[in-house]
């Protein structure tokens, strides 16, 4: 993480979440998602809590001071909102040195903020999916994402301790979602 900078990318990643938010229909409130405990209400509410939590973390706040997910009925305006509380916190460059505490560790602030790069890509695929919204996704994330996911998250043993399911196979001409969302153990074939 020496020198390395993930404003840049964790910036395009929110991009995208809420470009992807801002085109959901109010009819596509309750579809299913690939992430099996969430509809697409649930995971724009995840990811509202998600996106305050970011800003929470690098501020120095306990992980959990930020619940898992947050009651959104204005997606679009709760989303904005929690984006630029976040976006005040990364604003400041001292949170790239500064030690926070997630749940596998205390780290620097860059090595905290470079890991929501990639929850926020997989979840936009997630959202994508289930939207039928592929076309809005931006590769370049999950090829900067899985090399990450595939040092912090081992191939096995995945269970209650590593909250992902079994890595999913995948051929050679995988796109980079597919790759990414394979390894964290959805099936990049899923359809509603």
């Not at 399911?165 to 995988?174: F, N, Y």
């Amino acid at each position: 993480m020496t020198g390395f900078d993930p404003r840049p990318p964790l910036d395009k990643a929110m991009d995208q979440v809420g470009t992807l938010i801002a085109v959901v229909g109010p009819e596509q409130a309750h579809l299913p998602t690939p992430c099996d405990e969430y509809d697409v209400s649930q995971l724009i509410g995840h990811l509202q809590a998600v996106v305050r939590r970011i800003g929470a973390v690098l501020n120095g706040q306990p992980f959990w001071s930020v619940p898992r997910e947050m009651e959104s009925t204005e997606w679009v305006a709760d989303w904005d909102a929690g984006r630029a509380e976040t976006d005040a916190v990364l604003a400041d460059d001292a949170i790239l040195t500064r030690e926070v505490t997630v749940p596998w560790g205390t780290v620097p602030g860059a090595s905290a903020a470079a890991s929501y790069i990639g929850e926020l890509s997989v979840h936009s695929w997630d959202l994508a999916s289930a939207i039928g919204r592929l076309d809005l996704l931006d590769d370049s994330l999950a090829t900067a994402a899985l090399p990450a996911y595939m040092e912090k998250v081992p191939a096995e043993p995945r269970g209650p301790e590593i909250p992902f399911g079994p890595v999913v196979e995948v051929g050679p001409h995988a796109t980079p979602y597919e790759r990414l969302v394979a390894w964290t153990g959805r099936d990049p074939r899923w359809a509603a």
